[in-house]
């Protein structure tokens, strides 16, 4: 009989984490009961943040997506949200996941972090904890698809140490991060 959901959540990487503005934030893994919280944090985006992210102009997050972002193995694909109690009510105000693909043995990466949140440390804190994770499950090779005037993502991965390659197509870049 397959597994709930609820029997693989690994608890083990819930955290608490003290950003520069002084406020803590609680990390964990996504749930499938999240949806309606990415929803809100899509929806609190502003479009240059939306943009960088998704690489195209989203007015919706299209339901696959929603799904197989809420949906995860805790193996070849993981997820940290940090999480906030914002007008007594729980807000996401960051997202970071890494999915392995096997059709093309890659694994690539992806985060945002709502702009009233950005510039507090959360994307570095949360990069560096979803590559340690990876590595933890054997993948030691990430990468993504990023505008080419994307110097904030860029920056952020440069000051976290690890070896980054890029390579240039059709005006994207693609950033690839061995750890
Ligand atoms: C990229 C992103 C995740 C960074 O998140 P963050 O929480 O602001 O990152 P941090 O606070 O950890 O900052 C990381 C570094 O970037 C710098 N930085 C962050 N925002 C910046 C800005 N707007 N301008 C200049 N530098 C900036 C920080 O100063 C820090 O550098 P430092 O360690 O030398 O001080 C965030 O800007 C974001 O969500 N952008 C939109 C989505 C996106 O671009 N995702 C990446 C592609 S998937």
Known sequence: MPRAFNENYPAEYESRLTLKNGRTVFIRPIKPTDEYLIVDLFNKLDDDSKYMRFLMPLNTLPEDLLFRSTHIDYNNNFALIAL???DEKDSIIASCR???DPKDNVTDF?????DDWQRNGLGKSLLEKIFTIGKEHGISHFMSVIDSTNSIIKHTLRELGYTVKYSYRNGSTLVEVFV
């Not at 992806?110 to 709502?114: D, Q």
Request: hydrophobic share 45%.
């Open 84 to 86: 906030i109690c914002e």
């Open 98 to 100: 890494y999915g392995y």
């Open 110 to 114: 992806a985060i945002v972090v709502r």
